[in-house]
């Protein structure tokens, strides 16, 4: 799997230049994921013309499902401060104060094949415990990844986890430090009201919001310890605005959409940019567009996560993942 990921540079200024140079890189990341049993029934990828993005492009390809998730997981792993003390106050609430935090990444694939989406996996050792917040020796955690993996396929195998974490196939993220060698399983919701509480899930990682407070509190009916994280709001409503754009262009063939779909005048200018344009072949439009935006607003980098198969070997249905990194503090 190719995680890309978009880092931001500078700040957001006008708005059409910046949602170009975040839109971009969006339809580059729709076109690279394309598959080759695709490629060889139309032809080269490099021929591809923009205007037919939208009707070959599989549903999980450039899936923005995890963005959220993998942005805060390499912050913890690169030490970013405003991220790495609030993880750490968090951990601390559930009695993991030594050692620097790290982050395991935890995404299962949506359909097809059974695996751990992680870059961090050899971080779970043989001593590796998950602390649940409930009484009693702690669980080895290496030791139920194809149990986790198969309770979120298969809910009949949920009851073979032990009761302490039955719901830890929900996690998103490992937070823990590999001193104690000590985890807990971790949730990561853009959208606070869609926190559930599930036995093994002890920390909630939310966008913090504009005019309210960032500081960490225990949601005592879930048995979550909430925790706000640093959150850019100009970026991330850019990148989220630019995902939509692409999202009715390509619902549409790059054709003028609707009014309701894309009610914003300067949204419906930069979809007009590949409108013009959707004659042309993708490569070409985009290197033709890249003077349309922002300079040095983004920073790309692509790397691959490791997926390790937990049953059997079936084509992932997301084989790329865009995710944005707000501008933060350091």
Known sequence: MQIR????????????????????????GIYHSIGRDVLSAIGPREQIQLKLLGKIRSQGDGDTGIAFEYAVHD????????????????????????????????????????????TEIDLITAGSRVLSGQRGQ????????????????????RGQLPQSIRGLWKADLFLGSTEPDHWVGTTVKINRSHLEAARGLRIALVPSKSGASDAIQKDEQK?????????????????????RIVQVLCETNFTSPKEVDLPNPLHR??????????????????????????????????????????????????????????????
């Open 75 to 118: 912050a913890v792993m690169n030490g970013i401060p405003i991220v790495v003390e609030k993880v750490a106050s968090a951990l601390a609430q559930c009695k993991i104060r030594r050692g620097d935090p790290s982050s395991i990444l935890f995404a299962i694939e949506k359909s097809g094949s059974q695996q751990l989406i992680s």
């Open 223 to 243: 048995n979550l310890i909430v925790c706000p994280m640093p959150h850019d709001g100009s970026f991330m409503q850019t990148f989220y605005e630019g995902w």
């Open 269 to 330: 200018e930069v979809a007009r940019i590949y409108i013009e344009r959707r004659d042309f072949p993708v490569p070409d439009v985009l290197e033709a567009t890249r003077k349309f935006g922002q300079p040095e607003l983004l920073d790309f980098d692509e790397e691959s996560a490791s997926n390790v198969a937990f049953g059997r070997d079936v084509e992932p249905a997301t084989s790329t993942i865009i995710s944005p990194f707000p501008r933060m503090g350091k």
């Open 5 to 28: 990921a978009e880092r931001q540079n500078n700040p957001v200024a006008d708005e059409v230049s910046a949602l170009v140079a975040v839109t971009r890189p969006i339809i580059a």
């Open 138 to 157: 702690p669980v080895k955690l290496k030791g139920y990844l194809n149990n986790l993996a198969a309770a979120f396929r298969r809910p009949s195998t």
